[in-house]
């Protein structure tokens, strides 16, 4: 029982001394993506959302084809609305923006 111990503890010190050669060995600088020529993001709409995945805010070109942010509760109700119309800036706390 002595030998069969000893020989796993060989087996196991020469994988621990191989593993940290092998480290120092094949060390490398790591590795990094290259940054982005683009410093533009360009898209339709963007959500904003709180960890559990709840939608809280949109970025989103409207119907008249004016920018308007709409901020959620927790519950994803809509509870304001800011934007633009053709008359300019409009602050809406949900009476005529978002009514279907």
Excluded: C
């Excluded at 790591?30 to 533009?40: C, G, H, L, N, V």
């Excluded at 970025?59 to 927790?74: A, F, Q, S």
Aim: aromatic share 12%.
């Amino acid at each position: 029982m002595k030998e069969k111990s000893f020989w796993w503890m060989m087996v196991f010190n020469a994988g621990l001394l191989l593993g940290v050669w092998s480290a120092r060995w094949l060390d490398t600088e790591p590795a990094f993506a290259q940054p982005s020529q683009t410093k533009t993001v360009r898209a339709e709409a963007f959500e904003l959302v709180d960890k559990s995945g709840h939608l809280r805010a949109k970025l989103i070109v409207g119907k008249d084809e004016e920018p308007m942010l709409v901020v959620y509760d927790k519950s994803e109700k809509p509870t304001a609305a800011y934007g633009l119309n053709g008359e300019g800036p409009v602050q809406d706390f949900l009476g005529r923006i978002l009514r279907p």
